[in-house]
C-alpha cells in the first residue's frame, strides 16, 4: 500500500523495516504501464517524497503482470500540435530522469516482461538493473520504428552502458534484447529466475558494488574515436534508408555524436533538432503504421477462443512452415501428408528454425519439436481446434479432402484453407455447410511475414472468421480480414508490380537499375529479385494475377522457365545466384521516374482492391501492403501516399482515417 500521506493513482511506494523502499507501477485502467504524463508527475511527486525522507534503497517495479513499462504514451505523443509541445514532452522525461539518476541513495530496476523506450530510459537511470529470465522479457529503445529519438536519457546513458557500438545497433534498429542477452552485453547487472527475484533485488541494491566498467576500446569509440564511429554508423544507414526518407536514425547519431545524448541541446535549425524531426512527415506516417499495426491487432480480440491443437494437411513449405510457426508459439501440431518421408523435409526445417528462434536453448527447441508429430494418418484432424490445408492447387482435390474433413472435424473446428488461386465459394460447394469453410492466407516465407489474410468467401460463418483472427493472433501475426476475390489484397497488387518491373526489363532496362530504384524508394527488396526468389515458375502459374491488364507474361519470363532457370531455387533467373544473394551486374542510368511507372499498376490495384471491397477502408488496405509486402513504411502506406501526393483520380474513395519482404504465394507443396 502506498506511504500514508500519498494519494497516487498510478504508483505504490512501501517502506520496509531496514530502509529498503519500493516503488510499483501500476497504470490506473490500463492493462499495461505507459509513462502517461500523469504518472511522469505522479513519479515527479514520490521523488519528492523521497527526497525528504531518503530511503536506504529505492527498488522501482512493475505491479503489472504484463510487463515493466511498455514506453512513453503513444496517444499523447500522437497528439502533440506542435514542435514546441514536443520539446515540453522532451523535457518532462529527461528532467526527470536526471533528478532519478542523481539521487544519493542506491537505485535498482526489477525488469519483468517488456521494458522499451521510456521504460527502459527509466532502468538506465538507475544505479542496477536485474532482469527476469522468462520469455516475455524483452529490452529494447524502439522509437526510431516511431520515426523519433529516445530522448529521455537513451541516448546518453545506453552507449555509456554497454558501449555506443552496441548502443547503436540497437538505437538505430530498434531490436530487442531478451533477458539473458541483457545480461550477457552489460544492459542487466543480473539475470535471475522469477522465484528469486525479490531477494535478488534486495541484494544488489544494499550490495554498494560498482557497475562494471567498459572494456577500453569502448570507452575510446565513447571519447576520442567518437566521431569516426559515427562516420561509420552514418555509412551504414545510408546503406539501408535515405536521410529524407527517415531522419530519426541519423538524427540519434548526431545526438550522440555532437550533443551527449542530449535532444535538447540540439538547436531548431539543425537537421538533427526535435523540430525538424516533428516536422517531417516520415514521423506522422510510422505514427500512422504503429496505429494500422494495433488496428490489425484488434482483430483478434473479445473472442472466447483459445486453440491448443492445429492440424495442417500438406507438408510442402507452406504447410511445413505453417506447422513449424504454429509449434513454435506452443501449439499441438499435427501435419499431414502421404508419407512420413514427405513430412521429413519439414520436420528437418522447423528443427532450424527452433534454433534460430530459441538461440540455441536446447530444451526449447526440444519441447518445440515434441509438439509438430508427424500424422500420415490424419488422425488429429478429429481432435483439432483449427484445421488448416496447404495442399497443391488443384480444386478437386480441395472439395474431396474438405468433404472428408467435414465429417471427421469437430462441429466447432475451424476449416480453412491458404489458397490464394482458388474461389473459396468453389471449394464450400462439397460442404453441407458451406459456412464453415474460410480463408487464412499465409505468406513465404511464413516465420517472417508478420501478416495473414483471413478470408470471407460468399457464406463463410462470421464466428468462424473472428475466431481466425483470434488464431492468427495466437501465433504472434496480424489478421487482414478480406473478402474473397481474385489475389485477395496482397497477391492482387503484387502481381501487376512485377509485371511492370518484368516489362520493364524486356525494354532493355538493367534488371539492377529497376531493383535499385524500388530499394531507394524505401522497398525492402527490389521488383525483379522477388520474382526470382518467389520461383519464375510460380509467377507464370500466378499469371491472372501478374497480368492484371489481360496481357501475356513477359517473353523472357517464359523463355527462362522454359530453360529451367527458375530464379534462386535453381541458382539462375533474371540473376545468377550464389550463397543465397544475387550476383549483380552494373546497374547503369535508370530512366527518369522509373520508381513512379512501376510503383503505379500496384498503386491503381490497391485502389481498385478499396472500391471492389475487398478489404473494408483505405487503412486496411494500406495495413494490409505495408505488412504484407514491406510498402515502404515512411510513405505511411500506397493509399496514404496518393493522397498525399493529391494524385488520387476523381471519384476514388480516398478516405483514410487518422487513427493519430516477398509474399507473392507459393501453395504447392
Request: glycine letters at 10%; one cysteine or more.
Amino acid at each position: 500500500m502506498n506511504q500514508p500521506g500519498n494519494n497516487w493513482q498510478h504508483w505504490t511506494l512501501r517502506r520496509e523495516a531496514d530502509g529498503l523502499a519500493w516503488l510499483e507501477l501500476d497504470k490506473a485502467d490500463s492493462t499495461t504501464n505507459a509513462l502517461s504524463a500523469a504518472v511522469m508527475e505522479e513519479l515527479g511527486s514520490v521523488l519528492d517524497v523521497l527526497d525528504a525522507e531518503p530511503p536506504a534503497a529505492l527498488v522501482i517495479a512493475s505491479a503489472k503482470p504484463a510487463g515493466f513499462i511498455a514506453g512513453a504514451d503513444i496517444e499523447e505523443f500522437s497528439q502533440l500540435a506542435s514542435a514546441a509541445d514536443a520539446r515540453v514532452l522532451v523535457a518532462r522525461g529527461w528532467t526527470l530522469f536526471e533528478r532519478l539518476a542523481d539521487v544519493d541513495y542506491p537505485t535498482l530496476a526489477l525488469i519483468r516482461g517488456h521494458c522499451l523506450g521510456g521504460g527502459l530510459e527509466l532502468a538506465l537511470a538507475c544505479r542496477y538493473r536485474i532482469v527476469v529470465d522468462e520469455p516475455g522479457t524483452k529490452l529494447a529503445l524502439p522509437e526510431v520504428m516511431l520515426g523519433i529519438v529516445p530522448g529521455w536519457g537513451g541516448m546518453k546513458r545506453l552507449p555509456d552502458r554497454i558501449g555506443p557500438a552496441l548502443a547503436l545497433d540497437l538505437m538505430l534498429t530498434g531490436k530487442s534484447v531478451d533477458a539473458k542477452k541483457a545480461k550477457r552485453i552489460g544492459l542487466a547487472d543480473d539475470c535471475v529466475p522469477p522465484r528469486v527475484m525479490e531477494n535478488a533485488a534486495r541484494m544488489r541494491v544494499r550490495s554498494g558494488s560498482a557497475n562494471s566498467p567498459l572494456p577500453w576500446m569502448a570507452r575510446l569509440m565513447n571519447g576520442p574515436l567518437r566521431s569516426k564511429v559515427a562516420d561509420k554508423a552514418r555509412k551504414q544507414v545510408a546503406g539501408r534508408a535515405r536521410r529524407e526518407h527517415y531522419p530519426a536514425p541519423y538524427a540519434i547519431i548526431d545526438m550522440w555524436s555532437r550533443f551527449e545524448g542530449n535532444a535538447l541541446a540540439v538547436p531548431a535549425g539543425d537537421p538533427a533538432s526535435l523540430e525538424t524531426i516533428f516536422a517531417s512527415p516520415t514521423t506522422r506516417n510510422l505514427l500512422r503504421v504503429y496505429h494500422l499495426q494495433e488496428r490489425l491487432k484488434g482483430f483478434g480480440k473479445g473472442v472466447d477462443f483459445a486453440p491448443r491443437h492445429v492440424h495442417v494437411i500438406g507438408a510442402g513449405v507452406m504447410g511445413g512452415d505453417i506447422a513449424a510457426v504454429c509449434a513454435q508459439r506452443g501449439l499441438t501440431v499435427t501435419l499431414q501428408d502421404q508419407t512420413v518421408e514427405r513430412i521429413a523435409p519439414a520436420i528437418a526445417r522447423a528443427a532450424k528454425l527452433f534454433e534460430r528462434r530459441f538461440k540455441g536453448d536446447r530444451r526449447q527447441v526440444r519441447f518445440a519439436l515434441d509438439r509438430m508429430i508427424p500424422d500420415p494418418q490424419g488422425h488429429g484432424a478429429v481432435r483439432a481446434d483449427v484445421i488448416i490445408e496447404a495442399i497443391f492447387e488443384n480444386l478437386e482435390a480441395k472439395r474431396a479432402l474438405f468433404s472428408d474433413l467435414e465429417r471427421k472435424a469437430r462441429p466447432d473446428a475451424i476449416l480453412a484453407s491458404n489458397t490464394s488461386s482458388l474461389r473459396l465459394e468453389d471449394i464450400a460447394g462439397c460442404l453441407t455447410d458451406p459456412g464453415r469453410l474460410i480463408g487464412i492466407h499465409f505468406f513465404n516465407p511464413v516465420a517472417m511475414m508478420p501478416l495473414v489474410e483471413v478470408v470471407a468467401g460468399e457464406h463463410s460463418d462470421a464466428l468462424a472468421l473472428q475466431r481466425a483472427a483470434a488464431f492468427a493472433r495466437r501465433i504472434d501475426k496480424l489478421p487482414l480480414p478480406v473478402k474473397s476475390a481474385p489475389g485477395f489484397l496482397v497477391n492482387a497488387v503484387l502481381g501487376p508490380y512485377m509485371l511492370e518491373a518484368l516489362r520493364c526489363v524486356e525494354e532493355g532496362i538493367a534488371p539492377e537499375a529497376v531493383d535499385a530504384a524500388l530499394v531507394e524508394f524505401g522497398m525492402p527488396m527490389g521488383p525483379v529479385e522477388l520474382v526470382d526468389t518467389v520461383g519464375l515458375d510460380i509467377a507464370v502459374a500466378a499469371g491472372k494475377a501478374l497480368a492484371g491488364d489481360g496481357a501475356a507474361p513477359p517473353q523472357k519470363l517464359l523463355a527462362l522457365v522454359s530453360a529451367g532457370k527458375l530464379g534462386k531455387k535453381t541458382g539462375e533467373g533474371y540473376y545468377r545466384w550464389s550463397d543465397g544473394k544475387p550476383k549483380r551486374g552494373k546497374a547503369g542510368t535508370a530512366p527518369a521516374g522509373l520508381a513512379d511507372r512501376i510503383l503505379a499498376p500496384l498503386l491503381a490495384a490497391t485502389r481498385r482492391c478499396v472500391e471492389e471491397g475487398v478489404v473494408d477502408d483505405a487503412d486496411l488496405a494500406d495495413a494490409g501492403v505495408i505488412f504484407g509486402t514491406g510498402f515502404a513504411p515512411w510513405s505511411g502506406g500506397p493509399m496514404n501516399y496518393q493522397q498525399t501526393r493529391g494524385n488520387l483520380p476523381v471519384g476514388t474513395d480516398s478516405t483514410v482515417v487518422d487513427r493519430s519482404a516477398p509474399a507473392i504465394q507459393q501453395d504447392a507443396t
